[in-house]
Structure formats: C-alpha cells, structure tokens
C-alpha cells in the first residue's frame, strides 16, 4: 500500500479561481459551490475535471462490544442490511438510484454467514471483531489486511472508470466504535464524544459510554499512533474505509466522506498521510456529537446539514450531486469575452 500522498498542486487551485472570476457572474457570488469546483480541477489538474462517473462503495462488518448492550438492534440486523443493499431495499439505494450513482457492496467482517450473490464483494478479513472492552478489537495483521484491502476497493473503482468516489457502512454497534477512536485522536471524553447512534434510550446509551471509557483505561497506554488506535478500537469496514481514503489520496480522486463513521475513519488516514486530507470533502454534519471535532481533523466543512443520522453513504449520494453540480456550473457557463458581456470594472 502507497502511502506516498502528493499534496494538491496550488497553482492548479489559482487557475481555477482566474477562471471563476472570468465567468459571467459577480466574483464569489456562487459561494462554496466556486471552492468545491476549483478544487475538483486542482485534484485533476485540468479546467475540465471529470466528475460525472461516481460510486459508493458500502463496507459492511459487526464488533465485537455489541456484546456490551450498546446498541438498539441485534448484531444479526448487519447481515440482514447487507442483503437489503445487494436487493435494493436500503435508504441508499433509493438516493443513489435518484442521483445515478454506482454501488458496491463489500463483506469486510459480518459475523453472520452471507450467501454468495451478485453485487457482493468479499474483502471479509474476520467474523466481527473481538470485545474492545477486553482485548484489542484485531490483531495488527489483521488491520494492515483491512487497510490494504480498502485500498484496493478504491484502486479497482478507478480501474473501473470512477472518477467521484464516496464510501458509506453499516455495522451494529460502530458508532461505539467511532466514538472511542474519536476520543483516542483527541484526548477528549467518552461523554463528549459520544451520542445516541440509532436512537439508543437512557440504560443504552449509559453503557455505551460505560464501554467506552473501559475500552479507553484499557487501551490507553497503547494508542500511541493512528494504526494503534485503529487496531485496538476500529472496526474492519472503518479500516476498510481508512484504507479507501488512503487510496483516493494516492490516486488523486475526489472523495467524499460520509457521516460520523466515515469521518472517524477519514481522520485516523489523514493522520497516517495528511495530505489525504486534500482530496476529501465531507458531505455532511451528524447529529453525533464527535463529528465536528472530526470534522476538525480532516479539515473540512461539511456540505449540508439536514439533521440526517442513518449512515450508509446517504450523505455523500447528496452531497456528490452538489459537487457534480458546482463542476457544471464551472465548466459550463461563458466566460465575459466569449459571450461578449462587459466585466466588473476594475
């Protein structure tokens, strides 16, 4: 795996902004939709940067501290969602049909037995995790395989012709997981980073903290690095996803980061590379209360905040139209001397 991420060429972005501020409009006056595309353009290195072909890759996986009563659904429900993805029954299959998205499925560590099916891809590296309340959630081979296996997902979608990529998940019991790596990148408490997930009620939510902060005293002399911390208190989807990022980076792609799940796993690649941090955008704010200080991490202001929580990638299929949108916006429109309109004066 390349790890060798090249920053954004700035005179790319500075060609960009000459050539927004050529187009039939005040300067600015199309606000972020302006930032988003001339950094589409420095990405690609061109004034034209392809972004119609986007693909969602959903990694999918269980953890072991559902043990610990963290969550509002049974770990079982994983699998079951996997299959709603491949058949087509999930919240993002609905967005990313209306916004003309490819989906990839990838089995990264469902503890439950999965038929063999089309649209499913196997980069199973085990069956869930172990209890991070106990012991580290994987080995540290088995998080370099997660990472490695991410990234190939994200070399085989650019194989594949993609050129806007997005990641999403689904795994009872990963916003437990998000939260601790969230309070391990920080330094902050379990309490602060941690919310409700999918709704979780008072006894819940208390042991979800509880977990936490357990998985915290325990692990605490050891999360020295961003791989320690991800071996110890990750999930194999958001290992999955780190490595996906990692690859985006390192092919040079746009990406977008999904919700809170995502977002952990974005900011534990760009503390391992942080120039990986370039080539995302994150799609929008959770309702989690970790997500803004991730959000911090990665360096980017979310694109919507629609009060949205259900993961899966349903923030990036909205927020990869906006930045198709803001593309056609840069590329479409005249510029003032080929529509023969006067410019501001100077």
Same mark, same amino acid.
């Given at each position: ?24 409009? *005040? ?20 004034? !034209? *940067? ?5 693909? =969602?890759?959903?990694?999918? @996986? ?9 969550? @509002? ?18 919240? =993002? ?17 469902? /503890? ?12 199973? =590296? ?19 395989? /997660? ?35 969230? /309070?391990? #990148?920080?330094?902050?408490? %379990? ?6 997930? !999918? ?6 939510? %208390? +042991? ?6 357990? @998985? $915290? ?9 961003? #791989? ?23 092919? +040079? ?10 977002? @952990? ?11 990986? +941090? ?22 980017? /202001?979310? $694109? ?13 299929? $909205? %927020? ?27």
């Amino acid at each position: 795996m390349n790890l060798r991420i090249l920053p954004v060429d700035p005179h790319w972005l500075a060609a960009a902004e000459r050539h927004q501020n050529d187009l039939t409009k *005040p300067p600015g006056s199309l606000g972020r939709l302006e930032t988003i595309a001339n950094r589409c353009a420095a990405i690609f290195g061109s004034l !034209t *940067p392809p972004v119609d072909a986007a693909r =969602i890759v959903i990694f999918a @996986a269980d953890h072991g501290v559902a043990e610990e009563g963290v969550s @509002a659904y049974p770990r079982e429900v994983t699998a079951q969602m996997v299959l709603n993805f491949v058949n087509g029954g999930a919240g =993002i299959n609905a967005l990313a049909q209306a916004g003309g998205i490819d989906l990839v499925i990838v089995d990264a560590g469902v /503890a439950t037995a999965l038929p063999d099916v089309p649209g499913l891809i196997r980069r199973h =590296i085990g069956d869930g995790t172990r209890n991070f309340t106990r012991e580290p959630a994987m080995t540290e081979a088995e998080a370099n395989e /997660a990472l490695e296996a991410g990234f190939a997902e994200a070399e085989a979608a650019v194989a594949d012709g993609y050129n806007l990529l997005g990641c999403g998940e689904m795994g009872i019991a990963n916003t437990t997981s998000a939260a601790a790596i969230a /309070a391990a #990148l920080t330094g902050r408490s %379990a309490t602060a980073m941690t919310g409700r997930g !999918t709704g979780v009620g008072d006894d819940c939510f %208390a +042991r979800k903290i509880s977990a936490i902060e357990r @998985a $915290l005293a325990l692990h605490g002399p050891h999360l020295a690095t961003p #791989l320690d911390i991800l071996q110890r208190l990750g999930g194999f989807e958001i290992a999955e996803m780190c490595g996906f990022f990692l690859g985006t980076g390192a092919l +040079r792609r746009p990406v977008v980061v999904d919700g809170f799940i995502a977002t @952990a796993a974005a900011a534990l690649a760009v503390r391992m590379a942080p120039h990986a +941090r370039e080539y995302m955008f994150a799609a929008h704010r959770s309702a989690e209360p970790g997500h803004t200080t991730l959000l911090e991490i990665i360096g980017d /202001a979310p $694109l919507l905040d629609l009060g949205m929580r259900l993961g899966e990638g349903t923030g990036a299929a $909205l %927020a990869m139209k906006l930045i198709q949108t803001a593309v056609a916006a840069f590329t479409g429109m005249a510029t003032f001397s080929s529509a023969g309109v006067s410019n501001k004066n100077s």
